[in-house]
């Protein structure tokens, strides 16, 4: 990662004490889930499995958790979700999230980082691409991070080459975008299924993601947690249009009490609050 962009990322990161991790329900937090228990030891014992309730495994040690892939408004967690309404709306200071180093909000939404929190703690913690292409093409699938490059308009065009090459200094990846059409990555999107969900039935994870293939591909574990998860926490999503053009709304004329808020689109807010 550029040294100037990693020196804005929140100092926590580079920790060396022990965090449980809280994961979600698709592969970019699983997937980043891997990378975190191999370079820094941390394990998923917390589980948000639909965005209205979370779930904890008897493994937890109690410590302080981080979000992985999550958009939580406090504490720790890794990010990609522009979360900011304008530029002067309040973020999570504790979240590691390109789009809040670079006050992405609706006034400049198209210029967003859409790409996958998983490359961006691969880049974080300098680890090397794998060598086989369709490895590479695979943690360009995930999240749509490739999308950006294909698309008709330029602010994307641009963003995804600014994240790749000038922040995340993956210019390998890149050039596999140059090299391969859009469809090809779509193709390896059904071939291991890598939109598939993680679920949770009668307290056990699971998953219709071709884990096997990811194995043998990338030379990891990918193994979903054993132990059964029990409900701890439940929360109310809520989906909320926004005035098309008016940007100066905060998230406090939203609602004071956001548990995890997200941008999905320019004028969509998508947020929960906990259930007390």
Not at 144 to 157: A, E, N, V
């Given at each position: ?32 889930c ?43 967690t ?33 210029s ?18 794998p ?51 859009q ?23 699971s ?70």
């Open positions: 990662m550029n040294l100037k962009i990693k020196e804005k990322i929140p100092k926590w990161v580079q920790d060396n004490k022990y965090y449980d991790l809280i994961m979600s329900n698709d592969l970019d937090s699983l997937f980043s891997e990378i975190l228990k191999q370079v820094k030891g941390w394990q998923p014992t917390y589980f948000n499995y639909d965005f209205k309730a979370s779930g904890v495994t008897e493994d937890t040690t109690g410590q302080e958790t981080i979000g992985v892939d999550l958009s939580l408004c406090h504490g720790k890794f990010d990609n979700h522009v979360v900011m309404m304008n530029e002067h709306d309040y973020y999570n200071v504790d979240s590691a999230n390109f789009n809040i180093i670079d006050e992405i909000s609706r006034e400049n939404y198209f967003k980082y859409c790409g996958s929190t998983l490359l961006m703690i691969w880049s974080l913690y300098n680890i090397p691409l060598k086989e292409t369709e490895a590479k093409m695979i943690l360009l699938c995930i999240d749509s991070t490739f999308k950006g490059f294909y698309s008709p308009y330029p602010l994307p065009q641009i963003a995804n080459k600014k994240y790749l090459v000038d922040y995340m200094e993956f210019p390998e990846l890149y050039e596999v975008l140059q090299q391969h059409k469809y090809e990555f779509s193709q390896l999107i059904s071939k291991y299924n890598l939109s598939g969900k993680i679920k949770l039935h009668k307290g056990y994870l998953t219709d993601i071709d884990l096997e293939g990811l194995r043998e591909l990338f030379d990891l574990p990918f193994l979903l947690p054993k132990k059964p998860f029990y409900k701890k926490e439940e929360y109310i999503s809520k989906i909320q249009q926004l005035p098309k053009g008016n940007y100066s709304l905060d998230k406090d004329d939203i609602s004071d009490n956001m548990y995890s808020v997200a941008l999905t689109k320019r004028d969509f807010i998508n947020y929960s609050e906990r259930v007390e």
